[in-house]
C-alpha cells in the first residue's frame, strides 16, 4: 500500500524554511508547513527554494550531490565524463519510468534540454540559468554531450539543479507549459496526487521509483 505524505502549504509567523514535522501515524501521513505558499510545482516556472524542495521529490535531476558522501552520485545519468575543459558526456539510465507508467526515453531528456534552450519558452531567470551553456547535443543513442561557453570546472553542480527531466509526451502537448506544474508527472521517489494552489500539496510514493539513491521510499523524506 502506498505511504500517502500531505503537505500544507502556509506562510508561518516563524522565519523558517519549513516549519515542524506532523506525523499522523492512523492516516500513515506526514504533514508539513512551509514559509512560502506553493503555486506549482515546477521549477522552470516557480523556481523558489519551496518549489526546488518539492520539485526534489517529483523530479530527476542528470546528478545529485551526496551530502554525505561529499561527491556527486547518478540521477538521470548513470555515469559521466569531461572530455574537455568546456565538455562533459553524460550516459543516461535506461530502465526509468514516470509516474503515469510510461518508459523516459533519451527524447525526454533531449526535449527537456531543447526547452531549456528555447528562448521562446521565457521562463523564469533563463539566462541566469542557462547562460553559461553553449550547446547541448546527442552525442549516441544514450548519450548527451553538453558544452560550455568556457572551461567550468562546476558543470556537475550545475547539473544538480537544473533541469528537473520531463515527459516529452505530455508537455510539449502543452499550449501554456506554465500549466504543467498543476499536474506534474516525473520520475522521483514521489508523485503528486492533488495540488491546490497556494494551499497544499499531496504526494503519494511511487512504485515504479526503482533507481536513485535512496532506494524505494517509505513515505518519510
Not at 126 to 148: C, F, N
Not at 188 to 217: C, M, R
Request: aromatic share 10%; glycine share 6%; no cysteine.
Amino acid at each position: 500500500m502506498n505511504r500517502t505524505l500531505t503537505l500544507a502549504v502556509f506562510v508561518a509567523v516563524a522565519v523558517l524554511a519549513v516549519s515542524p514535522a506532523v506525523a499522523q501515524k492512523s492516516k500513515d501521513t506526514l504533514r508539513l508547513g512551509f514559509y512560502q505558499p506553493v503555486r506549482i510545482i515546477d521549477t522552470f516556472y516557480e523556481p523558489g527554494p519551496e518549489q526546488g524542495q518539492a520539485s526534489r521529490m517529483l523530479f530527476d535531476n542528470l546528478l545529485n550531490y551526496d551530502n554525505n558522501k561529499n561527491d556527486y552520485v547518478p540521477g538521470i545519468a548513470s555515469s559521466w565524463k569531461q572530455t574537455d575543459p568546456s565538455t562533459m558526456e553524460f550516459t543516461i539510465r535506461q530502465d526509468i519510468k514516470f509516474t503515469d507508467g510510461q518508459p523516459m526515453t533519451m527524447d525526454d531528456v533531449m526535449y527537456t534540454f531543447q526547452f531549456m534552450m528555447d528562448p521562446t519558452a521565457k521562463y523564469r531567470f533563463q539566462d541566469t540559468r542557462i547562460g553559461w551553456i553553449a550547446g547541448v547535443e546527442k552525442a549516441g543513442p544514450w548519450t548527451l554531450r553538453i558544452k560550455s561557453k568556457q572551461p567550468m570546472a562546476i558543470m556537475p553542480a550545475k547539473l544538480t539543479q537544473f533541469p528537473s527531466v520531463v515527459p516529452k509526451h505530455i508537455h510539449e502537448k502543452l499550449e501554456n507549459k506554465s500549466t504543467f506544474g498543476n499536474n506534474p508527472v516525473g520520475t522521483g521517489p514521489y508523485k503528486a496526487v492533488e495540488i491546490e494552489s497556494g494551499t497544499k500539496f499531496v504526494l503519494q510514493t511511487n512504485d515504479l521509483y526503482k533507481h536513485g539513491n535512496v532506494g524505494k521510499p517509505a513515505g518519510v523524506i
